[in-house]
């Protein structure tokens, strides 16, 4: 993780933990932060989680996560009960290392690394957890492309039809989620 995006994290953590006026102290943070209850039910988000999901969460219905819909890198659908905060509750410990799509309302697309980080108080109680995203687009936009051309080589050197039917597909995929991030 990044040595600023760890320090905003802690921050969160901090006036999460400090109680009063932790909304004023969240909304001041650059990076998207969000939180969920023991269930996953959505409880607050700043201001650049909103903007970075391009839309504004809903109290009482939005569960796991504050984005539209969510992809994999390989561009398959993640329900929001499997993505990465869902299984921070589920295991009760950090989920780190994971890469996902946002896909917006209009459409546009967004990389992320999710950082869900269970909280418990004092009895050792899982009483929710915070998530902060950390926009990997334009990082994510070279990897696919890089992988796209990986799969079109192989594909031009391969002389079965079926496999190179397949890699080119797979390139064509990556290539338009990378095309897709660096819009």
Known sequence: MHHKAEQYLETAIDALASGKGYHAQLDQLPVPIYT??????????NRACAEFAGREPQLGQDRW???????????????????????????????????????????SRRAFTPYPTPLFDDAGNLTGTINMLVDVSAEQADVLADQARRCRRLADATYDRQICGVLSAMADAFAKTAADLGD
């Open 65 to 107: 996560c504050v984005t539209w819909k969510i992809y994999t890198t390989g561009g398959e659908r993640l329900p929001h009960n499997q993505c990465p905060m869902a299984q921070a509750i589920r295991e009760k410990r950090e989920v780190r290392g994971a890469v996902a799509i946002a896909m917006r309302p209009d459409g």
């Open 36 to 45: 969920v209850d023991a269930n996953g039910a959505v409880t607050y988000w």
